[in-house]
Nanobody, 120 residues
Framework: QVQLVESGGGLVQPGGSLTLSCVAS????????MGWYLQAPGKERELVAR???????NYADSVKGRFTISRDNAKNIVDLQMNKLKPEDTAVYYC??????????????WGQGTQVTVSS
């Protein structure tokens, strides 16, 4: 029901900044929360940041104070502002959307991912 396209990844020096953007299409008004997740080589996908439809946010401990997640009022775009980047932030970043499918049900949709590399 929801398609997600990420952009903004690339190569950045340690201590630098990068902004990722995710554009949602389809049944966007069914979306509740949106978030960013990362997957490093040889590791499982894990939460970076999440934002609810009401604006509440959650961050991984490793990015608190450095990353900021935001979304527009139409709930069709979610951004991740990344500051003070570290080499350990290097990973593929995926955008996710959580949607309501019924009175009690829900589903998650994922983007294709965008590579972030932090290196000198």
């Amino acid at each position: 029901q929801v398609q997600l396209v990420e952009s903004g990844g690339g190569l950045v020096q340690p201590g630098g900044s990068l902004t990722l953007s995710c554009v949602a299409s389809g049944n966007i008004f069914s979306i509740n929360a949106m978030g960013w997740y990362l997957q490093a080589p040889g590791k499982e996908r894990e939460l970076v940041a999440r934002i609810s439809s009401g604006g509440s946010t959650n961050y991984a401990d490793s990015v608190k104070g450095r990353f900021t997640i935001s979304r527009d009022n139409a709930k069709n775009i979610v951004d991740l502002q990344m500051n003070k980047l570290k080499p350990e932030d290097t990973a593929v970043y995926y955008c996710a959307a959580e949607s309501t499918t019924g009175y009690y049900g829900g589903r998650a949709d994922w983007g294709q991912g965008t590579q972030v590399t932090v290196s000198s």
